[in-house]
């Protein structure tokens, strides 16, 4: 597939040069979805909303900017790997202006382009987030990540060397292609305790945040970025898990039963208790066995 070419050049430009500087937000990609983060503003540049999201935008470890319409949003979580979408395999751009370039505002980490058969020496089981990887190889000089879309993993690859060893260049970045990043020996070695020590933070804040009161699930809405809170272990049509998948998780959950489209229960004959589905009444030529109805015999 031939990336397009947009009339905005000049403003993918500065989104480049943006990304590729030291000490910059380093571009993770571009994803399709930025789930549950809310629009902050409408900014002009990945630059300008960086700044932003440092500062009113509550000092976020994201940002996610749309080039379409300039939307800028401040996200304490990275898109998952099921979401990555093509973009420019060197200048940070998105093939469809409408995908959302997504960055890291706290790695020191570089982007410095996607590339295949890359040297490395170490390689990390893969990991459930883009950030995980990186700092899997905070002691390294580079790192490479590759989202994997039909696991919702990440693949994880560190080098000693603080370059891009052996690489290939590959035609554009997207999903099942390795995003290679590089730091200074510096970065390494002075930055790496207060960087561990922000990860750190960053990581009990995600962890205290919750999409839905206790006792509530996140069930995926399907066909839109958006979620519900569903206490499963009671909802009549969710009982036992999220329909759809849960929000931001939806190949490793239970998926739940609509318990009114079982067959042989009366109208109104059943409830959900303790995420199971249990009848008390039956249609004519069902009988009650064990909570459910079962045709006679």
């Not at 979401?83 to 570089?110: D, I, K, P, V």
């Not at 459930?128 to 905070?138: H, M």
């Not at 002691?139 to 990540?145: D, K, N, R």
């Not at 035609?171 to 990043?181: E, G, I, L, M, V």
Request: aromatic letters at 10%.
């Amino acid at each position: 597939m031939v990336p397009s070419m947009f009339a905005s050049f000049s403003a993918f430009a500065i989104m480049a040069s943006f990304a590729l500087k030291a000490n910059a937000a380093s571009y993770l990609g571009c994803v399709t979805t930025k789930g549950n983060t809310p629009v902050v503003n409408t900014l002009a540049s990945v630059a300008s909303c960086d700044t932003y999201c440092g500062e009113k935008g509550g000092n976020t470890e994201f940002l996610y900017f749309r080039a379409s319409d300039n939307q800028c949003s401040c996200g304490t979580t990275a898109s998952q790997a099921q979401y990555w979408a093509q973009g420019s395999a060197s200048t940070g751009a998105c093939t469809n202006s409408e995908n959302y370039l997504l960055y890291s505002r706290t790695t020191t980490f570089n982007f410095q382009g996607c590339y295949t058969n890359m040297a490395t020496d170490k390689a990390p089981e893969d990991v459930n987030s883009f950030e995980e990887c990186l700092a899997a190889c905070a002691t390294e000089g580079s790192a490479m990540v590759e989202p994997l879309g039909e696991t919702n993993k990440f693949g994880c690859r560190c080098n000693n060397a603080y370059t891009i060893e052996g690489g290939t260049p590959a035609t554009t970045c997207d999903a099942y292609t390795w995003f290679n990043y590089i730091h200074s020996q510096e970065a390494t070695a002075s930055g790496l305790a207060r960087r561990q020590n922000r990860e750190r933070l960053q990581r009990l804040r995600r962890e205290k945040q919750t999409l839905c009161p206790r006792g509530a699930k996140a069930c995926a809405v399907p066909g839109t970025a958006a979620y519900e809170c569903i206490d499963t272990r009671s909802e009549l049509e969710a009982c036992g898990g999220c329909l759809f998948g849960e929000y931001q998780n939806p190949l490793n959950s239970t998926v739940g039963i609509d318990c009114t489209s079982l067959a042989g229960i009366a109208q109104g004959a059943v409830t959900c208790a303790n995420s199971q589905c249990e009848a008390f009444a039956c249609k004519s030529g069902f009988q009650l066995a064990s909570g459910l109805c079962v045709p006679l015999a």
